[in-house]
């Protein structure tokens, strides 16, 4: 039995978790907040600087043929002066030989196997401007970061208006199974929008769960390692490429 005085109280492990996934909600919709108003006051003063050159038209044309193999192997075995010589034929040696050759200069380029069958056979084939070294940017406070993105947003838009028969846009969704994960991504992405300016693609947006479902029908209703319920996917768009 008891015995007289008072008895000290003491937390329920269920309120603990309660308040630990209210503090990590509040954390989380602080830095998504923190994220939007950084990548707003970032865009607007980036959306002033000069775009880069481009051409007028993209530069690609379907009528003109490549010389054989063997015609190519003979030029590269002759007497002909090359001002650069490009060794591996993966997607950046061949664009670096495309870069060369349009603005004029002699380009050879060489490679040990087939064109693209090494390192850019087995990529990931994004072009994209780098959503998590956006996230790096807000939680590090990292100026680099943030520019990294920026500059990488250009090129993309650069890439798909110059190579349009090679890259194109990629709609991509993140699933929310939690009602936290919804603000947090929405804002990271409105985020991402504002960052990307005039070289953006489409405004990202949110689907509801019947949206998504009917969009993605490979898309899990319910989660079975934690047994959460899909509520709604942030849908954003970044590119992709074909670079073998």
């Known amino acids: 039995a008891p015995c007289g005085g008072t008895r000290p109280e003491t937390s329920s ?5 309660i308040v630990f996934m209210a503090a990590r909600r509040l954390l989380g919709y602080g830095t998504a907040a923190g994220a939007a108003v950084g990548a707003a006051a970032w865009g607007i003063v980036q959306m002033g600087m000069p775009e880069p050159a481009l051409p007028s038209e993209p530069w690609a044309d379907a009528s003109v043929s490549a010389p054989s193999r063997r015609e190519q192997l003979r030029k590269l075995r002759g007497n002909e ?20 050759a349009t603005r004029g200069l002699r380009t050879a380029l060489i490679e040990g196997e ?5 390192t850019s056979s087995r990529s990931t084939k994004l072009v994209h401007g780098g959503v998590r070294y956006l996230e790096k940017a807000v939680f590090q406070l990292s100026y680099g970061q943030l520019k990294l993105v920026f500059e990488a947003l250009h090129e993309r838009k650069n890439l798909l208006r110059n190579a349009p028969h090679l890259a194109r846009p990629l709609p991509i969704a993140t699933p929310c199974y939690h009602g936290w994960e ?7 992405m409105k985020a991402y929008d504002l960052v990307a300016g005039a070289s953006g693609l489409t405004m990202s947006g949110f689907r509801t769960a019947a949206e998504s479902l009917a969009l993605f029908p490979t898309l899990a209703a319910v989660r079975e390692t934690d047994g959460a319920s899909l509520k709604g996917t942030i849908v954003y768009r970044d590119g992709q490429f074909d670079d073998a």
């Open 13 to 17: 492990p269920r309120s603990t978790t």
């Open 81 to 100: 002066e090359f001002d650069v010589l490009i060794i591996g034929g993966g997607a950046t040696g061949a664009g670096a030989a495309v870069d060369a």
């Open 114 to 118: 087939d064109f693209g069958s090494g």
């Open 182 to 188: 919804v603000p947090y991504y929405w804002a990271g």
